[in-house]
């Protein structure tokens, strides 16, 4: 008889896929019967039996991906359970939770990663390790005068270590620690207490939005499978792309860029979908009174779509990784008194949380600059009259509209190469045969273009005075 792992292998590859990518596949499609299991037979049960629920079924999905090598994330969740109990909500337990984390994270890189994307142990180690230094900081936030605090801080502050069965569920929940989102201990602690139920202990009416966000799961992996046939990462890299002209090269690119989102778009949509099931994901009620079920939204989609500057991407995409970094990271940073310097230091962090591949921080660099030219652009034009009257032309509006959409759509597939094919030599094979069209762009604006138009408006709003 075949063994398990030769008929997934079989399967893979008749559908274009890896062992590794079909396994995840499915244990993010298992988390729908997971979660009917759960309304049906524990919904509004005894907490211990839902915390032992979640993790079973959590660490048997780990199982099934990773073999044995699940108890690294099983590991990383102990010791930093244990120096909780240790420190409680020190400093100290947030220094030591932080480098033990991140230490375990970057040593699994080092002696498992390959020059290609990984499907391997450290996938979920890397979204468990957010999880466990937001869980420190949210106790250590806990023992601190209310305040002090932010807003967000006091939304999800712990006044004690949380019990650790209750750890455990939360941490091996098993529609978010294989590939995220990201949410904090009080929504999981407020999801099992029944908050977000019907009453009576009825489960979440949950059930339409979870079909409405499987449906577009997979209506994007469905996209990204017939993309992967015209663009794929082997296509982008190859003398047939190279040789074609710089037009077609720029229109390609752009498609590959959206091949490459999706890619991550779809398994997101998917377990968000689960997430819903199961109702964790409850976000108050609208205008209107009906319940929303966006509270742990990793996409929007329609944002994403529809962008026109690079900003619109980081509010759409991976939200629930952005909304962490921004409050665990970027916003701890305030005594810095430069917002340069803690957005530089946050895409430093994300970099490394990532890896060692030189693709991530060339990729983030990227961001940096492309986001400072951005803002450093507006507030040129905004400071100018003339130039905002300008822009503010109907038909100019249509036209700048426009180019800016075929602008994010070629350039974040600039942006996306070295994170996606990860090593030098293959990124800068693509950068070399667009001419390096992006770097003429981006890096010369802050010491070129950006002082020059500075400078142009500058002079002509007071000659305009003058006169």
């Known amino acids: 008889m075949e063994t398990e792992s030769n008929v997934l292998a079989k399967i893979g590859n008749l559908v274009g896929s890896s062992e590794a990518a079909l ?13 009917l ?16 629920y ?9 199982y099934f991906n990773y073999g044995l090598d699940i108890l690294h994330p099983l590991t990383a969740m102990l010791v930093t359970y244990l ?3 240790v420190f409680g909500g020190t400093v100290l337990a947030v220094v030591t939770s932080f480098v033990f984390n991140m230490g375990y994270l970057l040593i699994g890189y080092y002696c498992v990663g390959t020059d290609n994307y990984d499907i391997n142990w450290t996938m979920p180690q890397c979204i468990i390790v957010l999880r466990l230094i937001g869980l420190t900081y949210d106790v250590y936030d806990g023992q601190q005068p209310p305040e002090t605090l932010s807003k967000d801080s006091k939304k999800v502050a712990l006044e004690k270590v949380p019990a650790f069965l209750e750890t455990c569920g939360y941490v091996f929940f098993p529609t978010s620690f294989l590939v995220g989102p990201q949410f904090p201990l009080t929504r999981y602690r407020e999801y099992v207490a029944g908050k977000y139920g019907e009453g009576n202990k009825h489960p979440p009416n949950s059930v339409e939005a979870a079909v409405k966000r499987l ?5 994007f992996l469905m996209l990204f499978l017939i993309l992967g046939r015209f663009v794929s990462d082997e296509y982008i890299i190859s003398d047939e792309f190279n040789n074609i002209n710089f037009l077609k090269k720029g229109f390609l690119l752009g498609v590959w860029g959206r091949f490459t989102l999706y890619k991550y778009i779809s398994c997101w949509l998917l377990t968000e979908g689960a997430c819903i099931l199961f109702g964790i994901t409850y976000n108050g009620e609208n205008e209107q009174g009906v319940k929303e079920w966006n509270g742990v939204e990793n996409v929007k989609v329609s944002l994403l779509e529809n962008a026109t500057e690079f900003n619109h991407y980081i509010l759409s995409f991976n939200i ?5 970094v921004a409050q665990y ?18 895409l430093l962090f994300l970099a490394v949380w990532h890896g060692f591949h030189s693709g991530y921080y060339v990729c983030f660099t990227l961001e940096f600059i492309v986001m400072y030219l951005e803002k450093d652009l507006k507030s040129i034009i905004k400071s100018n009259a003339k130039a905002t009257a300008f822009f503010e032309r109907p038909a100019v509006k249509i036209a700048v509209f426009i180019l800016l959409r075929i602008y994010t759509f070629v350039f974040m597939g600039w942006c996306l190469l070295p994170f996606a094919l990860l090593t030098y030599d293959r990124y800068w094979h693509v950068f070399r045969a667009l001419n390096h069209i992006g770097f003429v762009i981006f ?3 802050p010491i070129v273009y950006g002082p020059l138009l500075r400078m142009l408006l500058k002079s002509k709003s007071t000659t305009t005075h003058q006169d």
């Open 23 to 35: 396994r995840l596949l499915l244990s993010v499609f298992a988390g729908y019967p997971l979660a």
């Open 37 to 52: 299991l759960h309304r049906k037979y524990i919904y509004g049960k005894e907490p211990n039996l839902q915390h032992t």
């Open 54 to 62: 979640f993790f079973v079924t959590g660490f048997a999905l780990g």
């Open 83 to 85: 120096i909780l109990i």
């Open 215 to 219: 449906a577009l799961g997979v209506m």
């Open 320 to 324: 629930n990784t952005n909304t962490w």
């Open 329 to 346: 990271i970027y916003k701890r940073l305030k005594f810095l008194g430069n917002r340069y310097y803690s957005q530089g230091i946050t």
């Open 443 to 445: 890096c010369l604006y």
